[in-house]
C-alpha cells in the first residue's frame, strides 16, 4: 500500500530508527514516545488491524507478539525468565481505540512503572 505510512518505512521510502528486523517483523522507535523505551512491531505485510491480521494469518500474529517480546528483551525491559522490570504490550484497534495508523503495530512501552490506567 502506497499510501501507508508503515508500508513506506518498510520500503526504505521514510527513514526509521530499526532496533529489530526479521523476514516478515519490522521493529522501530515511535518518533513520538509515550515511555523511555517506546518501540512499535509490525508484520512487513500490511494488515489493517490485528483482528485483520488474526483472521489472515494467525501465523504471523504470533510472530509479531514473539518479536515485542525480543525487542523488550534487546532493550532491557525483560530477562527471559519472566522477572522484573517488564514492559507492557499494546495494539489499538480501530478509530474509537484510537488507532491513527491503519497498519497493525504492537507498541512496546517501559523503562518507568506503568501504572493503570496507562499514561
Excluded at 529489530?20 to 512499535?40: M, S
Excluded at 484497534?93 to 506503568?114: E, I, K, N, S, Y
Amino acid at each position: 500500500m502506497t499510501d501507508c505510512l508503515f508500508c513506506r518505512m518498510v520500503a526504505g521510502e521514510i527513514p526509521a530508527d530499526v532496533v529489530h528486523e526479521t523476514e516478515r517483523i519490522f521493529a522501530f522507535r515511535d518518533i513520538n514516545p509515550q515511555a523511555p523505551t517506546h518501540v512499535l512491531v509490525i508484520p512487513k505485510e500490511h494488515h489493517p488491524t490485528a483482528a485483520a491480521l488474526a483472521a489472515a494469518d494467525p501465523t504471523l500474529l504470533g510472530e509479531v507478539v514473539a518479536a515485542a517480546h525480543a525487542v523488550a528483551l534487546q532493550e532491557g525491559l525483560a530477562t527471559g525468565d519472566g522477572a522484573e522490570p517488564g514492559y507492557r504490550l499494546v495494539t489499538n484497534t480501530g478509530p474509537q481505540a484510537g488507532q491513527t495508523v491503519h497498519h497493525v503495530h504492537l507498541h512496546v512501552l517501559g523503562g518507568r512503572p506503568m501504572g493503570w490506567p496507562p499514561g
